[in-house]
C-alpha cells in the first residue's frame, strides 16, 4: 500500500445516510454545489469574510472623510447621499453581491444538519436587501448632507431603502439565532452557542437604541454601526477557527 496521499484534497468524503462512505455532498439544489473542503468552499468563505470586514471598514473611513457627515449621530445610509455618495452606494451593493455569492460557501459547511438549508437561503436574502440598500437612497435628515432639505413626507426610494434595511437587519438576527442552535448540537461547538446567542441579544439591544435616539436626535449612529459589527466580529472568529482546524465544515468529528 502507498504511504502518499495528497495533502491538498479538494474534496472530503461525507458519509452517507446509511452511514457508508458516500460522494462529497453539501446539500441539494443551487446552493449545494460547491464540495465540501474544495478550494472554492474556502475560497467563498474568505470572501464573504473579507466583504464584512470592508463594508464595516468603508463606513468608518467615508464617514470620518465626509465633511458635515456625524459619524456618532447620523445612519450610514446617509453616507449614500450628496457629493461622494457614490462610495457608500457602491459599498451597499458591493457587500450585497459578495454575500449573495459567499452563501453558497455555507451550505457545505452546515450540511448535514441544523441551518444547512435556511441559513445559506437568510444570507442570500440579506445580500439582496443590501443591493435594494444600495439602489434605492434614503431621504437627506438631520443636517445631512449639508444644506439639504428634508422632505415633509419619506419619498418611495427611502420607503424601499427603509424597508430593505430592515429586512437585512432581521435576517442578520435570525442568521445568529440559527447558529446558536445549531452550535448547541455540535460537541466541539457547543460553548459557541451561547456567544452566538448574545451576538443576537447585543444586535437587537443596539437597533433598539438605535431607533430610539434616532427619533430623540441622540447618538444613533453609533449604535446603528456597532449592530453591523456585531455579527462581523461574529463570522470572523468562525472563520478563524475554521481556519486553525483546516475543516471548513461544523460536524461532530470536527474537533
Not at 452550535?183 to 448574545?198: G, N
Not at 437604541?209 to 466580529?233: N, R, W, Y
Request: one cysteine or more.
Amino acid at each position: 500500500m502507498s504511504s502518499t496521499s495528497n495533502p491538498h484534497p479538494r474534496t472530503i468524503p461525507l458519509p452517507a445516510a446509511d452511514g457508508r462512505p458516500g460522494r462529497p455532498q453539501a446539500g441539494g439544489g443551487l446552493l449545494g454545489r460547491v464540495g465540501p473542503n474544495s478550494r472554492t468552499h474556502w475560497t467563498l468563505l474568505l470572501i464573504g469574510l473579507v466583504g464584512s470586514v470592508a463594508f464595516n471598514a468603508i463606513v468608518l473611513i467615508d464617514g470620518l472623510l465626509r465633511p458635515g457627515y456625524d459619524w456618532l449621530r447620523q445612519p450610514m445610509s446617509a453616507l449614500s447621499l450628496g457629493p461622494g455618495g457614490w462610495v457608500q452606494v457602491a459599498n451597499f451593493i458591493g457587500f450585497g453581491i459578495l454575500g449573495c455569492v459567499a452563501a453558497f460557501a455555507w451550505r457545505p459547511t452546515l450540511a448535514p444538519g441544523i441551518g444547512a438549508t435556511w441559513y445559506p437561503r437568510l444570507r442570500v436574502l440579506a445580500g439582496l436587501a443590501f443591493i435594494g440598500a444600495g439602489l434605492f437612497l434614503a431621504d437627506p435628515g438631520g443636517g445631512f448632507p449639508v444644506g439639504a432639505v428634508a422632505p415633509a413626507t419619506p419619498t418611495a426610494h427611502a420607503l424601499v431603502h427603509n424597508l430593505v434595511s430592515y429586512v437585512s437587519l432581521i435576517v442578520t438576527v435570525a442568521e445568529l439565532v440559527i447558529l446558536a442552535r445549531r452550535f448547541a448540537d455540535e460537541p466541539h461547538w457547543r460553548a459557541w452557542s451561547p456567544a452566538a446567542a448574545i451576538a443576537a441579544v447585543l444586535m437587537m439591544a443596539f437597533l433598539a437604541a438605535f431607533g430610539v435616539l434616532v427619533a430623540q436626535g441622540g447618538p444613533a449612529g453609533i449604535f446603528e454601526k456597532l449592530a453591523s459589527l456585531t455579527p462581523t466580529l461574529f463570522g470572523i472568529a468562525i472563520v478563524v477557527r475554521l481556519l486553525t482546524r483546516h475543516d471548513a465544515r461544523i460536524t461532530p468529528e470536527c474537533r
